[in-house]
């Protein structure tokens, strides 16, 4: 491995929390969905950085998984976005009551 592992733990763990960040801070519903997106692939380069340390293709193998669940994730939350942005005018989440 070229990189070592320290490092992408490091990488990996100041992605999640710029997701977290994210979606915590933000007041928008597609700003959430990116904290959301940005956490799924740190997640994603621990899993590759750690298969490399191993020797392992279990955990790359994973990843394309967990990257076929981020589009169908994306593509069902912006619908629901376009949806209730139509419901409503707004994409604040304090403004939405609908999906309840």
Not at 15 to 35: A, E, P, Q, T
Not at 54 to 74: K, N
Not at 76 to 99: E, F, K
Request: some cysteine; aromatic content about 8%; charged content about 10%.
């Amino acid at each position: 491995m070229i990189v070592p592992f320290g490092h992408v733990l490091i990488l990996a763990g100041l992605l999640f929390l710029m997701g977290m960040v994210c979606m915590i801070v933000r007041r928008s519903l597609i700003m959430i969905l990116l904290g959301v997106e940005i956490m799924l692939n740190a997640a994603a380069i621990i899993l590759v950085g750690s298969s490399l340390l191993w020797q392992q293709l279990e955990g790359q193998s994973i990843v394309l998984f967990v990257f076929a669940i981020a589009g169908a994730e994306v593509s069902v939350g912006l619908a629901l976005i376009v949806w209730a942005h139509r419901q409503t005018g707004s994409v604040d989440p304090a403004d939405y009551n609908l999906l309840k």
